[in-house]
Structures are given as C-alpha cells and as structure tokens.
C-alpha cells in the first residue's frame, strides 16, 4: 500500500550535515561533547515544533511541505540559547573601554561613579517606549548573529519604577518579536547613587517592597544578584534570594567573577538555577556546583573585554561533571558584544572546548539553565523548530572562524524568520 506523504509546513534540506546535541538534561563531563552529525540531513517542521530528523531523500518522499528552505550545502544546528544578557539600556560606556585599556580596573570605575551606575540615568530618563525601541533593534542583532532564545534582565533602573519599566519592555518585547525573552529581575544589580552609604537600607528596599511588587506584577520568572565583595556580599545575597525564594522566583546568580568570595558555595546552597561567571571560583565551590546541579553559565569574553587575566576553570568543571553554558553578557559596560558565534570561537580558544562542546553548551545546556531543556536546545521530534542554517560545510566552522557570521538563514518555532523559503 501507498502511503501518502504528510502534510508539513516547512522542510528544511540540502544540508551538507545537521549537528545537534540531544535529550532534555544538561549535559557535562564526557556527554559535552556527544552530538549527532547527520551528513545529508534534513529537517521537517511543522505546527511549529521539529516531527522528523534524518536523511533529505527519506524526509523528502515522507512530508510534503508548504515551503523549503534550502540550506545550500551548509549545516543545520540548533539555535542559540543566550542565559545571559543585560539587554535594556539606554545609553553606551564606550569611555569605560578607553578607561579600560589604558589600565584602570572594573571596580576602580565603578567606585568613581561609571559602571553600572552610569547606566542609570539613561533609564531612568528615558521612556518605556524609548527603551522598547532599543530593545527591539538589539532583538533584531541577536537573530542575525542565530540566537532564538534570550535570557533578558533589568537592572539599570534599581528604583521600583525604574525596573517595572525595564521588565515592561522586555514583557512587550517578548510578545512583539521572534526572539523569545526569559525575564529577570536584577534589582540587586549594584547599589544606587542615593544609597551610597545606606547599604542596609537599600537591601531591606529590595526585601520590603521591590521584590513583593515585582513577584506581583508576573513580569519575572527569575531573580538575579551580583554577588561580589563591592556590592552585595554574602550575608545580603543570603537575605535577598531568600526572600526572592519565598516569592516564587527562580534564582541565578553572579559569582566569583571578580573575587574568590564563595558565591558558588551560596548558589549551590540557595538551590539557583545557575552560577555565572566564576571566573575566581574555588575547588570548593566547583564541588558544591556538582553536588547541587547548578549550572555554570560562562562568559569568555567578559575577561578579555575587561583585560583580566583569570579565566574561568571550565575545563576542571566540565571534568568534574558539571555542565556549562555559555552566553554573551551583553551588556553596556563589560561586554558590547551580541554575537554567539564569537563566544563560540572564545570558548574553544580560551577553554579548550571542542567544536561539539561549544554547541551543546551554546543550546542544551542554555536551555537547561532556563529551565527550557525539554522544549529548546536540540533538534528532536517534539521540541520546538528553532534552528539555523549555517553558510559552512561542517559544525567545526563554528570554532574555527572568527570574526564572521555564518548565521545565513534562521527558523523560529517552524518559521522562517531570517533568510528566505521556497
């Protein structure tokens, strides 16, 4: 008997090969980097979600599709998942970089009145609709460069108002373009110039009143803290994503980026989705990551746009089981940078990670820290057709260029949302 070929919305194919990592848990140590290459792949999509992976002639006689992509020879991957951005601002700090290079240190900026305080005004001044519209072009950068999922935070407004208005944009945002947006709260971000001094005070603000306003308005899944010994130490960490904890939020965190203060060991006890930056984390602090399941979210640009010398020990990590993501931190002030590709190609060169373990720590394990393993991160029957066709023969391309984007053609949720369909 005949079958006939099924109905699709969308088969992508002519691909020299797909790469993909697969399942719906982090994956870490030896399984970083255990990916599946299809040479001659294809994808079918359809009611926006990938119903078949395998080879282009078999795909073809099975669907029949109302549009194709063709890939042209290049490869299919999933799309990027970013679990760290700072994308709602205002103004840029093009000067902190000149300050930077000519030898000052990120905190000896901050304590002179740049840094995440000189991003205030900017928010604080501007309109909701003119942050939107920010937002919105950086969303429109983020897909040129493949990413199709972000996890976007406040924290240049530390005022009630200031950060209902940031996380307004990125709720408007979230329903207005393609990229989907994962918010989260980050008034712990710094302290504001009119607290200078009154520390306390502004922690039990954020514990009193901003915390239960914000769980209120259902506008953050997630609260963030910038756990450092020039902002907010141990003991308010504690206080804060206690609170948070108690409100329903989902807790992530910065850690060690700057000092070995024990933020990994905080994360771990608190339960955080994850622990970011440990650039100075402890062999303490890796073993209480790998006891608790946190994941480690790393940034290798921020230590080279920052001229550290510290890198994160993200090969130790991944030894002792854990599995890390990375991401960008876009953001004003310690990294200007959107594209996912670049952090790729770092993430080799500055952690020894292979081709394969780039990419699954660019997408499952990504989607894993947002709590979105099961619906992002792979190209699986069942998960959403979020995928990117890239202009390059093999997945190795993804490390081994720098400097380029490859990024030729993006599907989000099974549409074609940058380059072209037949």
Known sequence: M????????????GAAEVATPLGTTPRGGAELGAIRVLEDGAVACHDGEVVAVGPAAELAGAYRATETLDAAGGTIVPGFVDAHTH??????REDEFEMRVAGRSYVEIARSGGGIAASLEGVRDNSLELLLERLLVRLDRFLAFGTTTVEAKSGYGLTLVDELKCLRAID???????????????????????????????????????????????????????????????????????????????????????????????????????????????????????AGGVIPVLCP???????????????RMVNEGLAPALATDFNPGSC???????????????????????????????????????????LEPGKAADLLVLDVDNYHHLTYELGRNPVRAVVKRGRVVLGAAE
């Open 301 to 315: 640009l921020v230590p080279l746009y920052l001229r550290e010398t510290q890198e994160a020990p993200a090969r």
């Open 87 to 92: 994308p709602v601002f205002f103004g840029t």
């Open 172 to 290: 408007t945002a979230n329903r207005a373009h393609a990229v989907d947006l994962v918010p989260t709260f980050l008034g712990a971000h710094d302290f504001p110039p009119e607290y200078r001094g009154q520390h306390e005070a502004y922690v039990t603000l954020l514990v009193e009143e901003m915390l239960p306003a914000i769980a209120e308005s259902h506008l953050a899944r997630y609260c963030d803290i910038f756990t450092e010994a020039h902002v907010f130490d141990l003991e308010a960490s504690r206080r804060i994503l206690g609170r948070a904890r108690e409100l329903g939020f989902e807790l992530r965190m910065h850690v060690d980026q700057l000092t070995p203060l024990g933020g990994a060991e905080l994360a771990a006890e608190l339960g955080a989705a994850s622990a970011d930056h440990l650039e100075h984390v402890s062999d303490a602090g890796i073993a209480a990551l790998a």
């Open 2 to 13: 005949t079958v006939s070929p099924r109905p699709i919305d969308l088969l992508v194919t």
């Open 336 to 378: 200007y940078t959107q594209s996912m590709p670049e952090v790729l190609t770092w993430a080799a060169l500055r952690y020894g990670f292979s081709a394969a373990e780039a990419l699954t720590a660019a997408t499952l394990n990504a989607a894993c820290s947002l709590g979105l393993g099961a619906e992002l991160g792979t």
